[in-house]
Nanobody, 123 residues
Framework: QVQLLESGGRSVQSGGSLRLSCAASGYTYSSYCMGWFRQAPGKEREGVAYIDRNGRTNYADSVKGRFTISQDDAKNTLYLQMNSLKPEDSAMYYC?????????????????WGRGTQVTVSS
């Protein structure tokens, strides 16, 4: 079974930087589409960034110019580099993956999810 494990979340001051990682195991082939989501208390889950097998990326307007999604296929690891962090970026961050290798990126629904890593940005 595919397993996704996020890491790197912590408390950081406003304006700081943080890099999240998502290690994938249980699958030996590259993903079709991977993404980062976040959810703050009392708010809906938000898609933050996506990357497909060709390296094409898509970002939410709220993070454009500040966040960068990337992946290392050799390490089966997804990254989210977060710069110029703001208090409103505080949330539980989740990674998600789709290995079906067909359809759109992002898909209507990601079949695999991690448990999340907490990011807290203080002012």
């Amino acid at each position: 079974q595919v397993q996704l494990l996020e890491s790197g979340g912590r408390s950081v001051q406003s304006g700081g930087s943080l890099r999240l990682s998502c290690a994938a195991s249980g699958y030996t082939y590259s993903s079709y589409c991977m993404g980062w989501f976040r959810q703050a208390p009392g708010k809906e889950r938000e898609g933050v960034a996506y990357i497909d097998r060709n390296g094409r990326t898509n970002y939410a307007d709220s993070v454009k110019g500040r966040f960068t999604i990337s992946q290392d296929d050799a390490k089966n690891t997804l990254y989210l580099q977060m710069n110029s962090l703001k208090p409103e970026d505080s949330a539980m961050y989740y990674c998600a993956a789709d290995y079906r290798r067909r359809g759109t990126c992002p898909p209507r629904e990601f079949p695999y999810w991690g448990r999340g890593t907490q990011v807290t940005v203080s002012s």
